[in-house]
């Protein structure tokens, strides 16, 4: 009798496991923007989608300054089909600010905020036939602290990038892949960007709502898939360098 119940709690949990797959392999963007996993792409969301998620973020995958495992949430807005705009926010945990005996223990007790922007300058296909989209971004551009410079060298703007972003959806029979190629610079002393980023997408015909993503962000390679479900909840899974799992949720609203 114990041994039929233990197999009955077996095949529960095999079969919830089965079910919450898909939840598990949806999408959301470690920025709070559009785009890969980690690296940039062209692509846009509809007009009038608001965004609103957040994510556990593997220390592999952040600045020096985390150098543990954290998360972060964000409130995203595109505002036309060409401009989209994101707030994000990255926990800090206390001993790193020197406050751990006053709060007794490594809790998080401050955020790193910053504003992200991205704006479109050519649509898929819009000059000529094979026209990749181009999109022109930055993450964290401004901080008043360190040097207060655009693309600091210290202090704060962890999260500095400038980037310019191509993509182009590629049809193979009834299937397609988007090709993903970027660039991205900034001049951080400890996260410095200037180089190439690329990656490759593929939405299966039979179950659109998946997406399997392979890259390089300009640091790292890095596999993962997204999930829309019911149209609204998007989640994202990532492995960054193959074995770092950082993955989050977002709601989506279309006002429009």
Known sequence: MEQMKQRMVR??????????????????????????????????????????GGNFLHKELTPPEWFYNTYNYYLN????????????????????????????????TNQDRYFSARLRVVKEGQLWKHMPAIVIGTSDPYTESGDGTI????????????????TKHI??????IGVHLSYLYNKRTKYHLNGPAA?????PSFHPQLRLVAEYDQKDVAVGATYLLFNHLHAQVEMQKMKYFTGGLAYKIYLK
């Open 151 to 166: 693309a600091n060298t210290d202090g704060n703007g962890y999260f500095c990038r400038f980037y310019v972003a191509a």
């Open 11 to 52: 095949i529960l949990l095999l079969a919830g496991w089965f079910i919450c797959c898909p939840l598990l392999l949806s999408a959301q963007l470690t920025y709070g923007t559009t785009g890969l996993l980690h690296a940039p792409s062209a692509e846009m969301q509809a007009d009038k989608t608001v965004m609103i």
């Open 199 to 203: 990656g490759i997408t593929y939405n």
């Open 77 to 108: 807005v595109t505002i036309f089909p060409w401009l989209e705009v994101a707030y994000t926010a990255t926990l800090f945990r206390s001993d790193v600010l020197g406050v751990e005996d006053k709060v007794g223990g490594k809790k998080f």
């Open 171 to 176: 049809s193979i029979g009834s299937e397609e």
